[in-house]
């Protein structure tokens, strides 16, 4: 018996035999490719996916700096207090000024909490350390997390590589994209990814 693909090839041939020359060749060369991106369309539609990405919702974030800003303004141990509260939205930082280390933490301790009741999870900022700043104020900057650091995207892929689930971790970018033909395999790895501490907030978006 002729292998498969040696039987397609003879019934290409059959079938050249009879078409007038201008109809031959849609049964030539595309015949290869023409398998060639079904194949790739069947492997496409098989496989589901979801993005790991580490983002913070500047609007939330904005709105609890903002609760954290009146409160400290109608406290009364922040009575003509130097405390600022600068978000530098371009460069994904957030300056905290205050009068001294100990003012400095009770400021840190409002924002906390507002950010809390806002959704916004405090692994989002990599806080610098305490500087003297202008007037005998003390100053310390957050860079507030954008996206996935190539080592944390690095260490989330080996990590899912480690768990031996039956997926895929794929580094595009400033997220890692989770690729398997399972939807309970996929849903396995986003649990398994919640119970690890990688040091940052991470979300789980585009499940498709």
Do not use: C, G, P, Y
């Given at each position: 018996m002729l292998p498969e693909c040696a039987r397609e090839v003879s019934q290409d041939s059959q079938l050249r035999a009879v078409l007038p020359p201008w109809a031959q060749w849609e049964i030539n060369q595309p015949t290869f490719y023409r398998g060639r991106w079904e194949e790739?369309?069947?492997?496409?539609?098989?496989?589901?996916?979801?993005?790991?990405?580490?983002?913070?919702?500047?609007?939330?974030?904005?709105?609890?700096?903002?609760?954290?800003?009146?409160?400290?303004?109608?406290?009364?141990?922040f009575k003509d207090s130097k405390t600022e509260i600068t978000l530098k939205e371009k460069e994904k930082e957030l300056v905290v000024v205050s009068d001294d280390d100990y003012k400095l933490k009770a400021v840190h301790e409002i924002i906390k909490a507002k950010c809390v009741k806002r959704g916004v999870s405090l692994k989002a900022f990599d806080y610098g350390e305490v500087e003297p700043a202008l007037s005998g104020t003390v100053r310390q900057v957050a860079k507030i997390q954008s996206g996935l650091a190539s080592e944390k995207a690095k260490e989330i892929t080996k990590a899912i590589k480690d768990s031996k689930l039956k997926v895929q971790g794929q580094i595009q970018g400033e997220q890692v994209r989770v690729l398997g033909k399972s939807k309970d395999e996929l849903q396995s790895a986003i649990t398994f990814l919640k119970g690890k501490d990688f040091g940052i907030d991470l979300q789980f978006t585009n499940y498709r």
């Open positions: 790739e369309e069947e492997i496409v539609a098989d496989q589901f996916s979801f993005d790991v990405v580490s983002e913070v919702n500047m609007q939330e974030l904005k709105n609890a700096l903002d609760q954290a800003t009146k409160e400290i303004k109608q406290r009364f141990d």
